[in-house]
């Protein structure tokens, strides 16, 4: 089991809600930024969401904003995604990931710990 571990995932119809939970192990995740990507079939892996270190700071993809939220609870080492109005576009591997710094980066190379993904599917 690696640093992060994601849950939450599943099948859920369009317009229906799902939250995404990571779980950080072992490893505190007060100071650095969050993210969460995902990965469609065939598609490259892409960025979905970020918060900063102290969570004061938040930036989000265009294709997901206004639809989904992301959150962090340092006390508890957890990151959370709180999807909503969710489309079958969406389908894809979610995936956290913890920052190298403390503001948020778009760019999966400026993060160093990744979980393993959790699968979202979205039926129309």
């Known amino acids: 089991q690696g640093p992060l571990v994601e849950s939450g995932g599943g099948l859920v119809q369009a317009g229906g809600s799902l939250r995404l939970s990571c779980a950080a192990s072992?490893?505190?995740?007060?100071?650095?930024?969050m993210g969460w990507f995902r990965q469609a079939p065939g598609k490259e892996r892409e960025f979905v969401a970020a918060?900063?270190?102290?969570?004061?700071?938040?930036g989000y993809a265009d294709s997901v904003k206004g639809r989904f939220t992301i959150s962090r609870d340092n006390a508890k080492n957890m990151a959370y995604l709180h999807m909503n109005s969710l489309k079958p576009e969406d389908t894809a591997v979610y995936y956290c990931?913890?920052?190298?710094?403390?503001?948020?980066?778009?760019?999966?190379?400026?993060?160093?710990?990744w979980g393993q993904g959790t699968q979202v599917t979205v039926s129309s």
């Open positions: 990931a913890i920052g190298r710094y403390t503001w948020i980066q778009r760019s999966s190379t400026e993060y160093a710990y």
């Open positions: 072992g490893r505190a995740i007060t100071t650095n930024s």
């Open positions: 918060m900063s270190g102290r969570g004061g700071t938040t």
